[in-house]
């Protein structure tokens, strides 16, 4: 079965730092890979989504992420953090066109001043 | 143009009690989704809906758990009798088509008491 996992569970940096999210698959073929934002009590919002091509992938907010077949990840990067990114953060892939998501059990990113 | 719009947005209710849950998708969105959301987890799916026709329940506890999309349009979750342990987030989705990029709603938040 596929699965997702993100290492982190938190993961604190400071406003203006850098950010890197790990994302790792469990899927013998390249899947359709996805990074959702969660913000307290909404809804998932998609970042951006990798479904083949370009392995450098822009997403909204000024996120990005690479998806390296060696190593099945898809991390999510941001140069210069805001404190309006402090959220929860889930990868997620799809395993083949029109199946269903399958999440990772999310990184909860703080931002301190 | 309207996102995803769940009702009740929280619910406490004694366990044995019956519950449901309401969401009106995107207009225009064939694909409608049931997610639950455990503390501290990702979404998890619980049925798809492709139209009025539920294509993939194999998550839903069926001994306790319906849900229904009459016309191809809004859906109703319910649970009946609710169990402590379903207290979670229940998230609805929906895409244009399966496979497509799904858009959440804000979810409902479930505590049994």
């Known amino acids: 079965a596929q699965s997702v996992t993100q290492p982190d569970i938190h993961i604190t940096v400071s406003e203006g730092a850098s950010l890197e999210l790990r994302c790792n698959y469990s899927?013998?073929?390249?899947?359709?890979l996805f990074w959702y934002v969660q913000s307290p009590g909404q809804g998932l919002q998609l970042l951006l989504k990798y479904f083949s091509g370009d392995t450098l992938v822009q997403g909204i907010k000024g996120f990005e992420a690479e998806f390296k077949r060696s190593q099945s990840s898809f991390n999510l990067r941001k140069p210069s953090v805001h404190w309006s990114d402090a959220a929860e953060y889930f990868c997620a892939v799809i395993k083949e066109y029109g199946n269903k998501l399958v999440f990772g059990a999310g990184t909860i990113l703080r931002v301190k001043s | 143009e309207a996102g995803v719009v769940q009702s009740p947005r929280y619910k406490i209710i004694e366990k044995k009690q019956p519950v449901a849950f309401w969401c009106n998708p995107i207009?225009?969105?064939?694909?409608l989704y049931w997610y639950r959301q455990n503390l501290g987890q990702g979404p998890e799916l619980l049925i798809r809906y492709e139209n009025e026709e539920a294509v993939d329940d194999s998550q839903l506890p069926k001994d306790r758990f319906s849900a229904e999309r009459l016309k191809g349009v809004d859906s109703t979750l319910k649970i009946q009798p609710a169990e402590l342990g379903d207290s979670a987030v229940y998230l609805c989705?929906?895409?244009?088509?399966?496979?497509?990029?799904?858009?959440f709603g804000p979810g409902t938040r479930l505590t049994v008491t």
């Open positions: 207009s225009g969105h064939n694909t």
């Open positions: 899927y013998g073929a390249t899947p359709y």
């Open positions: 989705a929906s895409s244009f088509r399966k496979g497509y990029e799904q858009y």
